[in-house]
């Protein structure tokens, strides 16, 4: 019997950018990484071919909990666990916290959905370590917990469905360092990595600050911040001010989307350069105008898909990879013609989905 799950090694050039199809058509077969040992931090990937299943034995229900929607980053998360859970003919309803700030909310909303008779839960952790209790009350009582984008340190999961941002960071700091080498002019670099003590924030400063040294790159004091545009602008406002000198701002989607027009508005274009560690449409469109000068992609779509696929797969006992997300790549004006943007972003002009019935 063929098993609707391929893991066939890859080689060559096909590892260079994730394919996918017509995504109102079929986003696989899809180009991916699985970590093994599963849920280690400094696992071993390797190159797969991502498959889910064609159709499902019951209309299972599904509960996905996002720390908030405001920013299109979850907004395209949201577009690949409501249009998977479509497909495949699963209930999926999905909760919001509305900030990083909202921990006690985002279980609250979890302990709900699991009373009101989830199957499975998928969760976009706020915290790295604060909803650990809350899901290992939900293994005991049987019930599949999904590990989505942002990642967390409870040993209760059944599977993750993300990617390192260690690498996410670093691959943005690696960007820097190669333009910026060793005995060449130093540059300052404003570095906003987002709210403090989220798990995705500290592993993406990691990996960024570890890329950069050795280079020419001076990152100035991190300014953690919530990834509201207010507070991101804020914090922008405040560095530029106190470091007229600044070559770059490097932070997430929302620090370089809201600092855009700030550049702009400030006669700077040319003078500091905009990055984020992680895609979203705004920023493949201020990459695509000259705006923004790069970003890694990961796929955030695909990481939402793959999530509602695991659930499937481990509440019918079929087989399943344990820890696996998109291959990453850098996004700059050199290669953006060449990335289709529906291989890494929701379709233009989605509206948030919060329940499929």
Known sequence: MRLALKTTLLTGAALLLPTIGNAADAWYPYTAEAVNPAFSSDGASSKIVYNPLEKTEKA???????????????????????????????????????????????????????AGGANAVVIGAISYDGLNNVIGEIKAKGIPVIDLVNGVSSKDISAKSLVSFRTMGYETGAYLAAKHKAGTTPVKVGWFPGPAGA???????????????????????????DTGKETQLKLV????????????????????????????????????????????????????????????????????????????????????????????????????NDVSRANILPPEGYKPVFSVK
């Open 199 to 225: 798990g995705w924030v500290e592993a993406a400063h990691s990996g960024f600050m570890d890329a950069v040294k050795g280079s020419a790159v001076q990152v100035l004091e991190p300014r953690f911040g």
């Open 237 to 336: 406002e405040d560095v530029l001010q106190a470091n007229p000198d600044v070559r770059y701002i490097a932070g997430t989607a929302v620090t370089a989307e809201a600092a855009q027009g700030l550049i702009r508005e400030r006669g700077l274009k040319g003078k500091v350069d905009l990055l984020a560690f992680y895609m979203t449409p705004g920023v493949y469109t201020g990459i695509k105008r000259g705006f923004i000068l790069a970003a890694p992609a990961d796929s955030m779509v695909v990481q939402g898909r793959i999530a509602i696929d695991q659930a499937v797969r481990i509440l019918e006992g079929k087989e399943y990879v344990k820890h696996v997300g998109p291959k990453i790549f850098v996004v700059d004006p050199q290669n953006i």
């Open 60 to 114: 299972w229900n599904i509960c996905v909990s996002f720390p908030h929607m405001k920013d299109a980053y979850w907004l395209g998360v949201d577009y690949g666990v409501a249009d998977e859970a479509a497909r495949l003919g699963v209930k999926m309803n999905l909760v919001e916290a509305g900030g990083y700030t909202e921990l006690n909310k985002q279980i609250s909303q979890i302990e709900d959905c699991v």
